[in-house]
């Protein structure tokens, strides 16, 4: 089946603790994007990648961190979460360039107390 | 800079013709996308246009006017199950692979 898996789904983590929330496709897509949802904000682009070992940022990469080291496994790496990084996060692929149709992972709440 | 205008709420009644309507501001054109997103879940295509006109798809159909920079997605014969945000997003910026997403339109359908 074709998909892409974020874990965790949902993580409560302390300030300053890093974390990784991985994402991986199994449909060979080359571009892959990073979104965090916020109420009244809606979807904004964190990173996204075009190919393997090309990446750039989106509108809010401030605290983030990526890598495309394979086609499949795009991680998103949070190396101190603040309280204001708390979200619904999503990892999304899609063939090309980015502008043919993106699927979705299912999501990850994270929660910076 | 990339804007995307879209309504924040809209509410319609079953069996009802709903339009949810898009302006967008971008710099570069690649297409652009209608998605429907429930309650806690992630988002799922519904449509792309990248030329002028209308793209019909069962009960839904997305219009696009490049010169305008309009769009609009209309569901017919609305059902309980339509009730979702709906995201209008661009594919524009320097690369034209950069996805720029509107706040999204919360629909609420009433019995």
């Known amino acids: 089946e074709a998909q892409v898996t974020q874990n965790p789904r949902y993580l409560i983590t302390v300030t300053g603790k890093k974390l990784t929330v991985t994402c991986s496709q199994n449909?060979?897509?080359?571009?892959m994007s990073w979104y965090r949802q916020d109420p009244g904000l809606g979807l904004r682009q964190i990173y996204y990648?075009?190919?393997?070992?090309?990446?750039d940022k989106g509108d809010v990469p401030e605290g983030y961190k990526v890598s495309r080291k394979e086609k499949r496994n795009f991680p998103l790496i949070l190396e101190s979460p603040s309280p204001n990084q708390t979200s619904l996060y999503f990892c999304?692929?899609?063939?090309?360039?980015?502008?043919?149709?993106?699927?979705f992972g299912q999501g990850t709440r994270l929660t910076v107390v | 800079g990339q804007n995307i205008d879209q309504p924040t709420e809209m509410t319609a009644t079953e069996g009802a013709i709903v339009q949810i309507n898009c302006t967008y501001q971008?710099?570069?054109?690649?297409?652009l996308f209608w998605y429907q997103q429930h309650a806690g879940e992630a988002p799922t295509f519904l449509s792309y246009?990248?030329?002028?006109g209308l793209e019909e798809k069962g009960r839904f159909s997305s219009f696009l006017s490049r010169s305008k920079g309009y769009s609009y997605l209309l569901l017919k014969e609305l059902q309980m199950k339509d009730s979702a945000s709906y995201l209008c997003?661009?594919?524009?910026?320097?690369?034209?692979?950069?996805?720029?997403f509107g706040r999204g339109t919360q629909l609420t359908v009433w019995p």
């Open positions: 449909m060979n897509h080359e571009y």
């Open positions: 997003a661009v594919a524009g910026g320097s690369t034209l692979g950069r996805l720029y």
């Open positions: 971008t710099s570069g054109f690649n297409g």
């Open positions: 246009n990248v030329l002028d």
């Open positions: 990648s075009m190919n393997v070992e090309v990446t």
């Open positions: 999304a692929s899609s063939h090309g360039q980015g502008n043919t149709e993106a699927f």
